[in-house]
């Protein structure tokens, strides 16, 4: 069967996944409901994404800074499309606000920029399910940057799955053998980057986007993002000229355009629009939480698609990030 029909068939399913989730959300009042399936949907985009990534840099030797810079662009274009039909005049303003500029640049730069291209190079030193583990330790240090900023206490809801999500990733990484890690080196450091820019991209623009609006902070921080992904390829392709010329150039035939364009437009657009939306309603901490379907989503469509085999230890891990989502999501109702 053509990879091509495969990648479709995985949409699918887990478009009924998200239709299924919604009716667990019933119990909610709209704001939650809402934000808790943008969050969930955002996430698990994201796992698609991700193992799309996996296919193009390893079946066609993409660069990982030609795949960030394509994705970014893709999506700017986009969010800048939208932003001048339905919010031109909102735009205008936001961008003769000095505070505005800033913390767009710095959420273009910091954030978005930072977040996806160190998440495509951790997927280019280990894989796709590694990758999406590493980057949920954002689910860790979210609620930790919180504390210590004195932003409050967590509830217990909260709590239990911030410890359940970390053991998660623990058992993923060590393959129960906390004295070493199953990744190279530079897959280790370029993961936890990608969990530290992805925390600083879900906290920082909260005053912007209460200001705002997700949408349209959201878009302009993409445009940003994607000057500085440019300017980053130019550079690097510049200096690097013994690249292979396929890493900066890849013949792509149906199939990798297909994930190319899942990339650029479902993993990127979509999936910021939604999730960053998750995070305007329901806050940073259940965001990053129902976050953890990303890495679900991820070894789910890599065993699907790519063929990819887990190990006991995979799906214990795999099964504690589902109880997170049912603790979070369910706790939020009751609240």
Request: glycine residues 12%.
């Given at each position: 069967m053509p990879r091509s029909i495969e990648l479709a068939g995985c949409l699918l399913k887990f478009d009924i996944s998200v239709?299924?989730?919604?009716?667990?959300?019933?119990?909610?009042?709209?704001?939650?409901?809402?934000?808790?399936?943008?969050?969930?949907?955002?996430?698990?985009?994201?796992?698609?994404?991700?193992?799309?990534?996996?296919?193009?840099?390893?079946?066609?030797?993409?660069?990982?800074?030609?795949?960030?810079?394509?994705?970014m662009v893709a999506a700017a274009v986009l969010f800048g499309m939208v932003l001048a039909v339905r919010?031109?005049?909102?735009?205008?303003?936001?961008?003769?606000?000095?505070?505005?500029?800033?913390?767009v640049?710095?959420?273009g730069c910091l954030g978005l920029f930072a977040c996806q291209a160190t998440y495509i190079l951790s997927i280019g030193a280990t894989n796709a399910g590694t990758a999406t583990v590493m980057q949920s330790l954002n689910i860790v240090f979210c609620p930790m940057v919180g504390w210590f900023l004195g932003r409050g206490r967590l509830s217990w809801q909260e709590?239990?799955?911030?410890?359940?999500?970390?053991?998660?990733?623990?058992?993923?990484?060590?393959?129960?053998?906390?004295?070493?890690?199953?990744?190279?080196v530079m897959g280790l450091v370029w993961g936890l980057l990608n969990g530290a820019s992805e925390t600083f991209y879900v906290m920082q623009p909260k005053a912007l986007f209460e200001k705002w609006g997700s949408f349209a902070g959201t878009g302009l921080g993409m445009i940003a993002g994607a000057v500085v992904a440019v300017l980053v390829w130019a550079v690097a392709g510049a200096v690097d000229g013994g690249l292979a010329a396929g890493a900066w150039a890849?013949?792509?035939?149906?199939?990798?355009?297909?994930?190319?364009?899942v990339v650029a437009v479902i993993g990127t657009f979509v999936s910021f629009a939604?999730?960053?939306r998750g995070v305007h309603l329901v806050g940073p901490v259940r965001s990053s939480l129902l976050g953890a379907m990303e890495p679900?989503?991820?070894?789910?469509?890599?065993?699907?698609?790519?063929?990819t085999a887990f190990?006991?230890?995979?799906?214990?891990?795999?099964?504690?990030?589902?109880?997170?989502?049912?603790?979070?999501?369910?706790?939020?109702?009751?609240r």
């Amino acid at each position: 069967m053509p990879r091509s029909i495969e990648l479709a068939g995985c949409l699918l399913k887990f478009d009924i996944s998200v239709l299924l989730l919604s009716g667990m959300l019933s119990a909610m009042n709209r704001n939650e409901w809402q934000g808790n399936i943008c969050a969930f949907a955002g996430a698990t985009l994201w796992g698609l994404s991700g193992v799309c990534s996996d296919f193009l840099l390893s079946d066609y030797g993409m660069s990982a800074l030609l795949l960030t810079m394509v994705r970014m662009v893709a999506a700017a274009v986009l969010f800048g499309m939208v932003l001048a039909v339905r919010h031109g005049q909102r735009v205008a303003a936001m961008l003769r606000d000095a505070w505005t500029v800033r913390q767009v640049l710095l959420f273009g730069c910091l954030g978005l920029f930072a977040c996806q291209a160190t998440y495509i190079l951790s997927i280019g030193a280990t894989n796709a399910g590694t990758a999406t583990v590493m980057q949920s330790l954002n689910i860790v240090f979210c609620p930790m940057v919180g504390w210590f900023l004195g932003r409050g206490r967590l509830s217990w809801q909260e709590a239990v799955g911030v410890f359940l999500a970390f053991a998660s990733v623990v058992c993923i990484a060590t393959q129960g053998d906390i004295t070493s890690l199953s990744m190279p080196v530079m897959g280790l450091v370029w993961g936890l980057l990608n969990g530290a820019s992805e925390t600083f991209y879900v906290m920082q623009p909260k005053a912007l986007f209460e200001k705002w609006g997700s949408f349209a902070g959201t878009g302009l921080g993409m445009i940003a993002g994607a000057v500085v992904a440019v300017l980053v390829w130019a550079v690097a392709g510049a200096v690097d000229g013994g690249l292979a010329a396929g890493a900066w150039a890849p013949q792509l035939d149906a199939a990798g355009w297909v994930a190319l364009a899942v990339v650029a437009v479902i993993g990127t657009f979509v999936s910021f629009a939604l999730f960053l939306r998750g995070v305007h309603l329901v806050g940073p901490v259940r965001s990053s939480l129902l976050g953890a379907m990303e890495p679900i989503s991820a070894a789910v469509l890599s065993a699907l698609w790519l063929g990819t085999a887990f190990t006991g230890w995979d799906w214990l891990g795999l099964c504690l990030m589902l109880v997170v989502i049912a603790v979070v999501t369910l706790g939020g109702a009751k609240r």
